[in-house]
């Protein structure tokens, strides 16, 4: 114990625990750290350190997750998959009632119901479940103020407010990064196609959120059309952001320079940062649909508590991690001018590292709108795994009156070595909508089809696609296209063919202009010639290597998927198992039948 706590000590500075000194003494570019010191290790290196410290912290997060066991047994009188997790799990499936046929799994045309006087809702298997009740003020539409922007556009408002509602449903909004952009056997750069793997899986389902990398709209890549695929079908929109360092230009897992300290003002890496910010602000600011600016949840520094990227743990200081959190915000929002940004905090496996996710580096109440996780494990640990991480991380997300979400998560280095066909079921629905606090996750997003060798979405023939089917049919689940979701949009007057009044200037009674207003807003901002559509799989094989630019370098993501915890790109295909240029044809598009 003496010997861990001296080596996280450099300069009369201990990491991950601020002292009055530490928090009064100015950073500036030139100080010098244990992190800098640090910067030649290797990420096997640095995930080997921060494990043996963890393994220090278990009687506490023992502690952590006694609370959350005893709120579960507070609200239902049993210990969740106190039987063992499978029979448990199976048993409660077996016994829920049917899903009623007319209003389903909590869902009401009434509006959010937060005001009322009970702290519990019903839950469809007859337990109940704590109620989130949010802190967030209101406008004078009734519509929900995010915390990090009290200029919000409309439809931002309207978005939070939807989510406010389906929190307190058990049902949850699936996820898919890149759906509309590359899948097992399709790389769709111009989205011209109509491909997504969601679709080809289940004949004519999409995701009701789909996400993207920010990082790519800074090496040259557009995606204003497949946003404006997504959020034409009734998907949210959601931005993470594997950012370069600042400094040196190199990968989100290059330490090199104290990049963390080094994007403040004053800092060497500060003129590339706010270069960044510039461009990636003004493509959110771009994205319009119908005269609306579409919301974005936005991910930033995410996985704070794992030790691969620049602003992780092991590379960086929270106090550090926090000014720059809020710095970042500040320049979107005040700079750049960006107001349809909600804003989710998700550090990595949560329930390992509770008090260091939401408590030492804690942005604050203020620069956060969704309380969030990221959790990746091993196949024979991810249910108990993500079962820990949703009730913790739930738990305090009620006490705060915040929406809660996934940010990411799956089998670590993708679900194509799983052979139970009722992963998606049994090993992840069920564990999640069966709980009661779990129950308050509204979107649980999965990582993007690599190759037929790497991927989180399984297609016909893969060991579990039978389960996704299941779940995409089950009133567990919400699509995009599924009606309870569609009339809350319809409800708050936000997302495609809504009713809303327009969050910019007034629009033109002149159809003309309209028409032209529309056009303009969903037009790409690059030079893609009108013969983009010819471009073969082949020639964007030869570009790519199947698929998207790899942010990391082979070995860097090779050592940091031996951790099992590590959720970022993987190793570059080789030409053998990259995507072949057969891209499976999209079915036509038909919504959920739930």
Known sequence: MVAETDSMASGGRTYGALSAEDEAAPLTPESQSMRDS???????????????????????????????VAGTVAYTGTVAGGKGGAVALDESAAQAPAPPTGKARGFDDTGSGTDDATDVVSMDNGKVAPKLVPSYEKDEEGLYIPSTDPNATRATKALLTALVDVANTDSIMFGHENTNIEGQWFWDEYGNEGHSDVTNATGGGFPSVVGYNAEQILTGQNWTTQVHEAYARGSVVTFFWSASNPVNGGSSLNCHGHPMKNLLPGGTGNGNWTKDLDKIGAFFKGLKYQGDHIPIIFRIFHECTGSWYWWGEECSHSGEYIEAWKYTQWYLREVVGVHNLLYIYAPSKPSDTFYDSYDVWWPGDDAVDIVGFDRYSKYTLYPTNILKD???????????????????????DGIQGVTNSSWFMHDFVNILMND????????????????????????????????????????LSIFAGDTRWTSLMKMYGFGPRSSATTDDA????????????????????????????DVDDAAAIALGNGGLPQDDDTAAALAAEAADDFNGPGPA??????????????????????
């Open 506 to 533: 007034p629009i033109s009674d002149d159809p003309n202009l309209q028409a032209a207003d529309d056009q303009a807003a969903q037009a790409p901002d690059d030079d893609i010639g009108t013969d983009a559509s």
């Open 436 to 475: 009661p606090l779990c129950s308050k996750l509204t979107y649980a997003l999965t990582f993007a089809n690599e190759s037929p060798n790497r991927y989180w979405v399984p297609l016909k023939g893969n060991p579990t696609h039978k389960g996704f089917i299941e779940f995409y049919q089950s009133d």
């Open 38 to 68: 640090r910067a030649e290790d290797s990420v096997v290196e640095r995930v080997q350190r921060q494990r043996r410290r963890y393994s220090m912290m278990q009687f506490a997060v023992a502690g952590v997750g006694a609370l959350a």
């Open 573 to 594: 295909t080789s030409s053998s198992t990259s995507k072949q240029g057969q891209a499976m044809p999209p079915s036509p598009f038909n919504t959920p039948s739930h």
């Open 390 to 412: 949703c009730q913790n991380v739930s738990s305090l997300a009620i006490t705060k009156g915040k929406v809660v979400a996934l940010g990411e998560t799956g089998i670590a």
